[in-house]
């Protein structure tokens, strides 16, 4: 059994930049993907990011180049660094494992 615990969101003005973090309770080496979903009001969670344990990534159209998601093993936590964030990134933004697991979220709201 792995639990899940996202921290790091907040608010953040247009352009700024935040670091989520998903660390487990348990191992993630033996899990095989990592991912970042998000969920705006209204709307339908969505893949923002992924990772394969041997670190290949994958990402939304609408976040690459602004996003990078990383994963440490050994801290059994997994990373989205956001930057140049838009108000079309405000979300609930929600970590899973192998999509067999997930965390409760965490808000992230973008406006000035």
């Known amino acids: 059994q792995v639990q899940l615990v996202e921290s790091g969101g907040g608010l953040v003005q247009p352009g700024g930049s935040l670091r989520l973090s998903c660390a487990a309770s348990g191992s993630i080496v033996s899990i095989n993907i990592m991912g970042w979903y998000r969920q705006a009001p209204g709307k339908q969670r969505e893949l923002v990011a992924r990772?394969?344990?041997?670190?290949?990534?994958s990402y939304a159209d609408s976040v690459k180049g602004r996003f990078t998601i990383s994963r440490d093993n050994a801290k059994n936590t997994v990373y989205l660094q956001m930057n140049s964030l838009k108000p079309e990134d405000t979300a609930v933004y929600y970590c899973?494992?192998?999509?067999?697991?997930w965390g409760q979220g965490t808000h992230v709201t973008v406006s000035s």
């Open positions: 899973t494992a192998d999509w067999d697991y």
């Open positions: 990772i394969t344990r041997g670190g290949y990534t």
